[in-house]
């Protein structure tokens, strides 16, 4: 995730609505909608841009939009506007809870980024009332997480490489999503015939992987 949130939503909905991959105009007309209120009844100013774009989405009423937001804590950890934080969440919210159910809304969060939500008390509730707590994975379950993959893509890795990913990751909050990283650098390194234990030597484990994040996503 990007740190213009409203954005990445808008483009996403841009490329469904246009089934165009580049919909520039689209996106920026989109961002606009999304950062649009309306009062209520009570006088409440609500986002609810979202809601108003999936109602008029192509083949919506047979094809209700599905929103997967994964790795929902980088609204807090790579967003510091706090009022696009409140723009993003709030469309989220109001477009799952609108009665027509033309769309569902799924995140996911590490555990540690609960309290992060207590900033907005509806989203709180909502993970209070509906969500579900996945257990951290076993050494045997990260074990297949690591090994599966590549060996049905025809790159198993060997034990040497798996061991040091397993030392690097179990057991250490926040780890899965540098392991993600370094196993995309492996493939990317696998694929230019560079060896699996070149590729982490270079970016110096799971744990080096996090300065490469950072390059990747200047703060």
């Not at 994964?70 to 723009?87: A, G, N």
């Not at 469309?91 to 900033?119: K, M, P, W, Y």
Request: include cysteine; glycine fraction near 6%.
């Amino acid at each position: 995730m990007v740190k213009k949130i409203v954005e990445a939503l808008a483009t996403v909905l841009a490329r469904v609505a246009t089934n165009d991959q580049t919909p520039v105009a689209k996106t920026r007309e989109f961002a606009e909608e999304l950062k649009q209120t309306s009062n209520t009844t009570t006088d409440t100013i609500i986002y609810d841009g979202l809601r108003r774009i999936a109602n008029v989405l192509p083949e919506i009423a047979v094809s209700p939009l599905v929103v997967l937001v994964d790795q929902f804590e980088e609204v807090y950890s790579l967003c510091k506007d706090t009022t696009e934080r409140q723009i993003f969440i709030e469309n989220l919210i109001h477009a799952a809870s609108d009665r027509s159910g033309c769309v569902s809304v799924i995140i996911t969060l590490r555990s540690d980024f609960l309290g992060e939500t207590q900033r907005h008390p509806v989203l709180n509730q909502v993970i209070a009332s509906k969500g579900v707590i996945v257990p951290a994975m076993s050494e045997e379950e990260l074990r297949r997480a690591i090994t599966k993959p590549a060996k049905l893509a025809g790159h198993p890795l060997d034990e040497a490489v798996v061991s040091l990913l397993l030392k690097d990751t179990h057991g250490r909050e926040g780890a899965l999503p540098l392991l993600q990283f370094a196993l995309t650098r492996i493939w990317e390194g696998l694929k230019k015939g560079v060896e699996p234990s070149k590729t982490l030597e270079e970016i110096r484990g799971v744990g080096g992987a996090w300065e490469q994040v950072k390059l990747t996503f200047p703060t």
